[in-house]
């Protein structure tokens, strides 16, 4: 097909045929769905969220002669103090100064953490008292409770041992329903081993008492590690 000799074609002057049309779009189907960047809604933090997923995306580094695999905020800091040790001033600054704001934000936590349990513990004493003083014996003890709130004042460090929510005490005192079912069944065997003759009777018996004995020590165990006591 020829060209119209006043129209030349080359760099920037496609055939006519080929040109978009005014009025029609290169794409008629559209942009596919989704494809437009959004911008992100206010309550979104969306560049916040990026730098979290890569500085937590786990990357395989060496460490000596195996390869290791460690999130990537990891890799920078042990690359950092690598550096630091080898004696490159930038980077002995620079690991200076974070180490020392981590220290004293962990420090300025660790302080308030103290703080809010200490208060905690002398409030609910206060509270506890007036309800004893005025008769008050309706309305239910502290979540968790103050004497399971512990401070160390010698390191200032302070722990809750004990259930913090209705739910972790209602699991507890599960424990403690299957613990008194195992106790009695443990009086029962006592009681049948007493009179128990025959041999193999007794060594069944034994047996049954051995496991049971073991499930008392193991809930009993739980029952510590929760700092809670059998109010019974």
Not at 8 to 15: E, L, S, V
Not at 32 to 53: F, M, Q, T, Y
Not at 98 to 117: F, H, Y
Request: with cysteine.
């Amino acid at each position: 097909m020829g060209h119209s000799a006043s129209y030349d074609i080359g760099y920037g002057k496609p055939p006519k045929q080929t040109q978009f049309a005014p009025g029609n779009s290169g794409n008629p189907k559209g942009r596919s769905k989704g494809a437009k960047n959004k911008r992100p809604a206010l309550h979104e933090e969306s560049l916040k969220e990026i730098v979290l997923d890569e500085a937590y995306r786990d990357i395989s580094v060496r460490d000596g002669d195996n390869n290791v695999s460690m999130p990537m905020a990891q890799a920078i800091m042990r690359s950092l103090a690598v550096n630091t040790a080898k004696g490159q001033h930038r980077a002995q600054r620079l690991f200076a100064e974070i180490l020392t704001t981590t220290e004293r934000q962990n420090k300025q936590l660790a302080d308030e953490w103290l703080s809010t349990a200490m208060d905690y513990k002398i409030e609910w004493d206060e509270e506890l008292r007036r309800r004893e003083r005025l008769g008050i014996t309706d309305l239910p003890d502290p979540l968790p409770h103050l004497d399971q709130v512990k401070i160390d004042m010698n390191t200032g460090m302070a722990w809750v041992q004990g259930p913090m929510t209705r739910e972790d005490k209602a699991k507890l005192e599960e424990w403690v329903r299957k613990q008194h079912g195992f106790r009695e069944d443990l009086e029962f065997v006592r009681e049948e081993l007493e009179v128990a003759e025959d041999n193999d009777c007794r060594a069944s018996l034994e047996a049954d008492f051995a496991h049971t004995r073991k499930m008392v020590d193991v809930i009993q165990k739980v029952l510590d590690v929760h700092g809670y006591k059998d109010p019974a």
